[in-house]
Structure formats: structure tokens, C-alpha cells
């Protein structure tokens, strides 16, 4: 007699089953994150099927859910003791429904694709064909590194993850993903750069609060964006990589993605709420996609006014969210806080009342 088991326990996310599902949910711990709740480790256990099918191999529900049977932590405890003398087929039919579940999850957000279908084992029946995609095999491999103690295989998959993610943004037709798609490829060669690339986009991956995505591509972007714009992550990383991807470029291709990075930033400035003198100068240079205009608030004399910087400069000197360099109106040496992300009214308080104004010295590689 076939029973419909406990299966997944409801607070591993069972019970909220209408939820969007994100790529995030592969890698959810419990609320001491410290294990991964079983949901979590029953999608990672469907992704590690990839690399034991070979990756990209076309499988079936039945090929799948015999070696999850086996496999899944979960699964193998309950199927032991008194109820290890259930069979596989019945042990099949009762965790059919999540193990389905999640499978249509992963479809969802394109780790898997639907492939056809075809003439099941035992009967005439047709049976629906799966296949890991590029995003799905490169969070397989994600997943397979905390496993690899050999240095040298680490280095290796590493190495493998950088040229599939690589290989899988060359096949977007845009200026700004082929860009992205060569900063991956050039990182890939560089261990302190694909390190750090690694490790942030598995930090992300664990994040459920602060960001989640259906789209593996999201998480690649936003990387990308961190290994900019916290430069101490790869110090490599703008000189050997950024820059020689940028100056690779044609120069349609270099001011496109130089569009792209300005806007990048000015919205976040946008969407501070500026002051007014900012907005004026945002708006007479915004045709100029070679500048940026920031703000700053010294931290010495208190002034606070719009300036602008050559955007390249501003890739090259600013390495946190927050920057100081020379102020203009002071003259004094890293006492200008460049505001990017905090609301203006937070600005910086002086450390030290207006005694050293000189005016308008002019701040070294910056126009204004
Ligand atoms: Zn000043």
C-alpha cells in the first residue's frame, strides 16, 4: 500500500509552496544558518545529479528520483529501520510530489530545461525529459567546490565555473553582458580575481534578505558591481582586468559601457535626493558619458558642493562606497567624504570648525 509520506518538513519551506521561487532558496539555511534547511539540501541534491549524470545528459523523473532515494540525507534516514524494507518503486511514489516540485522550481529559473519526452522503461507511457542548462551546471559546480579538499581540482573547477559563466554571457547580444562576459573570461586566468569573483557570488547566492533573483544572470551582474566598486576584494582587478577589457573595446563599444557605468552611478546619487547645485551640474553634463558628476561634503571645512571627475578616474581612485580626497574649497588633503549611497542629511560632521580655507585649489586629476 502506497502512503503519502511526511516527506519535507513544513517549516523548511514546504508549506509556502506558492512563493516565488529564487535561485537563493537552492543554498537556505535554518534560522541558526548553520545547516541547510532539507528543502535546501534536496535542490542541491538535484543539482549534484548533474555532475554524477554527466553534465548536460538528459534524464528522466525515475533516473533522477532513484539516486535522490539514495543519495538525500533526509530520504535515506526515513527509508532505514523499520521502513527499510519499503521498495524503491513505493519509496518513489511517495516522494514523487516534491521531488516534482522541485524540479519545476528549477525549471522556473532555467537551471533545468524540458527537453521532449519519451517512451518510459516499463510501459508505453511517454515520460518527460530533463536537461541541466548552462546556468544549471555552472550552480552544480558552485555547489561541488566545499566539497574538493585537492587544491589543485579546486583551482581546476574554478577555473571551469569563470569560462562557462564566460561562455554563457557571450551568447547575449549586448554591449554591456559581452563586456561582463570578458571581465569573466580575464578573471578566469587570474586566481586572486576569479577568488574573489567566486567567493562573492557564493555569498550572494546565500543571501535571502537582502537580494534574490530567478535569474542566475542578476547574481553575475551584481557581482560584477561589487568587484568594482570595492576595489580591496582584488586589487588585481581594475588594472589587469577592467581597464584591458575597457581599452579592448572599439570606441562605440568603450562609450556604451561607459554610458552604462555612468548612469550606474549618478542613480544612485539620483536617488538620494541631491541638492540642487548637483542636479544642475548632472544635467549640463549629462550628454558627457566620459564624466561623472559626484558630490562631497568635507569633512574639515564642512563645504558640501557638485564636482566632476573623468569617469575612468573615478573607476581608478574611489575604492569603497565612501571616498575622501582633496577638498577644493580647503585645500586640506582627504577631508572631502564623497557621498554615493547615504542619504545627504547624514553627511559627514566636520572634524574640524573652518579654519584652513584656501580657496578654490583644484583637486588633482579632478575638473570642476
Ligand atoms: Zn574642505
Known sequence: MVKKSPSIRKEDGDKDRTRTFYINYIFEKDSLQILYTKTADLYQDIMMFNLKNGSGV???FNGLAKWLIKRNYDFATYYSGSKANI???NRIA?????????IDDLVSCGLISLEGTRKAERNN???QVYKFTIPGNIISM????PRLTDPSVIDRLIYNIMSSIGAHLLNHHSFIVKFASDIFFK???IEECSDAIIDRLRYLLHTHDIFNSQDLDRFLEVVLYFMISWRELSPLFFENVFKKALLKLDEEARSIILLHEKIQVENQIRQIFPPQDWERMWFHNIHDHTKLVLFGKCTKCSEGYPFVVPLIDYFGTFT???VHMKCTKCNCDNSLCVILFEPFQ????PWDMRNQRNNQATINGVTG
Do not use: G, Y
Request: a positive charge.
Open 58 to 60: 538528459a534524464f528522466t
Open 87 to 89: 521498495s524503491m518503486s
Open 94 to 102: 511517495n516522494r514523487r510530489d516534491s521531488i516534482q516540485r522541485c
Open 125 to 127: 507511457l511517454l515520460t
Open 142 to 145: 558552485l555547489l561541488e567546490l
Open 187 to 189: 578573471s578566469a586566468k
Open 320 to 322: 569603497d562606497q565612501k
Open 346 to 349: 547624514n553627511l559627514p560632521p
